[in-house]
């Protein structure tokens, strides 16, 4: 089998596949096996769809063959999170609690892909219940490709070591406060968290209606772009879906790059995380200077980040999940902290959470100021590199970082990208954000830094 | 007593508490109230009495999320600034109003 076409990026496999030089029923044979290898290995997978995934590529090969070509992603084999629904599949959530559960019906975003001919080779493993430290998940911590000693991060966690492991050509995450930002770090992989309602959510557990997004792992970011721009749009189904324009162009990127004003935060790394993460944004933020944008550091507004981040989270989780506190089975929840949460959430005040909602408002006021005067704010997607399994969440989540807090209660887009490998030669993440609705920006920017580097094109050496 | 050794007396019980300690019962409050950490910790939700260890991660829970209550309390907000989902009043065209015209 031929490794390396599994870690070709979309723009790669949708040319072989278009000019039929590849059969997608043989690139989704080729992906089963890997899985089959490796998945065990990782604890990547909730479920593995093999029958369908080949029912699926056959209809593309036929359809290919006939002419029909659907989109750059037909033909090409993916993993969605076990948070998405699967017409007939399990969607445990990642969780003891809900094993078994089957719905008879696909997420929004599933049948957006199977529309644009994508293909489904399973649901990839995930934190339980979108949350907690490494050990909380019902099929095994999941582990990291590049050291199967460490975490791939969470909560997307199979996502992103699916990805990384060149398991499938890309995969679907969720990001309620930094699920897709520390995997997508953590594997060395590019990870879109999009603007808060640009992707509908129907079919996708709930996690905090106000904060929860849907978003993409893959080898790059124009990859990310390709998925993104086939799954976006209003949908009926979802009150907060929202459609907005997006004109992601290569072409002439360093051109308009020059003209943008960036900025970035400047993190405590000695004390939150670690030197050579900080050593390897230094150097990222240097490329960025050698395209000729201006870059200024940032201070930002001061506000109680992770609390309003935590005080929404927890009381709206506990809203959704109010069945498990009322019949009991919140005792069933693998992480203890998890179970606190749950209960806890149920004594917050109201006046507390409207008062979040209302801090949120005015973060957005001062947050609308930022982006008046930057286009982008770079900064670290984690402090640290991978964690150990056994690591507890104290430990893998130190402080600092707090814009992700920030980033996450205004529903505001960012990509990871990996911009370099610490001593022990895990992928450490860059992290561009944008403002509302204005993910060009961001995918271009992380497209012109990966035209210029090539940490993105590093893989693990899995064996 | 007259008016001029009332106001004596009522300075000096005033000064009181300055030479004589209460008993030390009287002053020891509960630790909770007085650094303001969230003393309110249910027996039951939902008409489901808690077993003994969710107490425990209930208050474990408050443990980690005491600075974060603190935090939010000391903030005050702007009467102004209402929440983005309430509407400004009064609305442009009031639909109570219409209903009534129907009726």
Not at chain 1, 128 to 137: C, D, Q, S, V, Y
Not at chain 1, 361 to 373: A, L, R, S, T, V
Not at chain 1, 410 to 419: E, H
Request: aromatic fraction near 10%; proline fraction near 5%.
């Amino acid at each position: 089998m031929n490794r390396e076409l599994l870690f070709k990026t979309i723009p790669e496999l949708a040319k072989l596949l278009k000019a039929k030089k590849l059969s997608p029923v043989e690139l989704t044979k080729s992906y089963l096996s890997v899985i089959e290898k490796f998945s065990q290995k990782l604890n990547a997978f909730a479920t593995v769809t093999p029958e369908l995934a080949l029912s699926e590529a056959k209809v593309a090969e036929a359809e290919i063959v006939n002419g029909n070509y659907r989109s750059k992603l037909h033909g090409i084999p993916y993993a969605a999170k076990d948070l998405f629904a699967l017409k007939g599949y399990p969607t445990a959530w990642g969780s003891n609690v809900f094993k078994g559960q089957i719905f008879d019906y696909d997420a929004e975003v599933v049948k957006r892909l199977r529309n644009s001919g994508a293909i489904i080779v399973g649901k990839a493993a995930m934190s339980e219940l979108a949350g907690g430290p490494p050990f909380a998940t019902a099929t095994g911590a999941c582990k990291n490709p590049w050291d199967l000693n460490r975490w791939s991060g969470g909560s997307s966690s199979g996502s992103g070591a699916a990805v990384a492991a060149g398991l499938c050509t890309f995969a679907l995450g969720t990001e309620t406060w930094g699920s897709i930002m520390t995997p997508s770090s953590y594997c060395g992989v590019s990870g879109l968290r999009p603007t808060f309602g640009r992707i509908p959510r129907t079919g996708a557990m709930p996690l905090s209606w106000s904060m929860d997004k849907i978003g993409i792992m893959a080898r790059t970011a124009e990859d990310c772009a390709i998925v993104f721009k086939e799954i976006i749009g209003e949908s009926s189904d979802d009150p907060f879906s929202i459609n907005a324009p997006f004109n992601f162009n290569r072409k002439k990127l360093l051109e308009r790059i020059s003209q943008l004003k960036l900025c970035y935060v400047r993190e405590d790394y000695e004390n939150f995380g670690e030197v050579e993460v900080g050593k390897a944004f230094e150097a990222a933020l240097n490329v960025f200077k050698t395209f000729g944008v201006k870059i200024e550091e940032l201070a930002l507004p001061d506000y109680p980040y992770e609390t309003i981040a935590t005080t929404i989270i927890v009381v709206e989780e506990a809203s959704i999940f109010e069945g498990l506190v009322r019949g009991g089975r919140v005792k069933d929840l693998i992480d203890p902290e998890r179970r606190g949460e749950m209960l806890g959430g149920h004594t917050i005040s109201a006046v507390d959470y409207l008062k979040c909602l209302r801090l949120k408002q005015k973060m957005m006021y001062d947050f609308d100021k930022i982006f008046e005067k930057y286009d982008a704010i770079l900064g670290s997607s984690t402090l640290t590199t991978a964690p150990p399994v056994e690591a507890k969440m104290s430990e893998v989540f130190k402080g600092g970082n707090v814009i992700e807090a920030a980033e996450n209660i205004l529903g505001i887009p960012a990509i990871s990208v990996p911009c370099g490998f610490d001593k022990k030669k895990l992928p450490i993440g860059l992290k561009i954000i944008g403002k509302h609705f204005d993910e060009k920006t961001i995918l271009e920017l992380a497209t012109a830094y990966q035209n210029a580097t090539t940490w993105h094109k590093m893989h693990p050496d899995l064996k | 007593m007259n008016r001029r050794n009332f106001s004596k007396l009522i300075g000096a019980t005033a000064f009181l508490p300055a030479f004589i300690q209460p008993p030390f019962n009287l002053l020891k409050l509960d630790a909770k109230q007085t650094n303001g950490e969230i003393k309110f910790l249910p027996d039951e939700l939902y008409g489901r009495k808690l077993s003994a260890e969710e107490k425990i991660w209930l208050e474990n829970f408050y443990k980690n999320y005491e600075k974060s209550k603190a935090e939010l309390q000391n903030i005050e907000l702007p009467i102004e600034l209402l929440p983005a989902f309430i509407p400004k009043y009064p609305m442009k065209s009031s639909r109570t109003k219409k209903q009534t015209d129907e009726d």
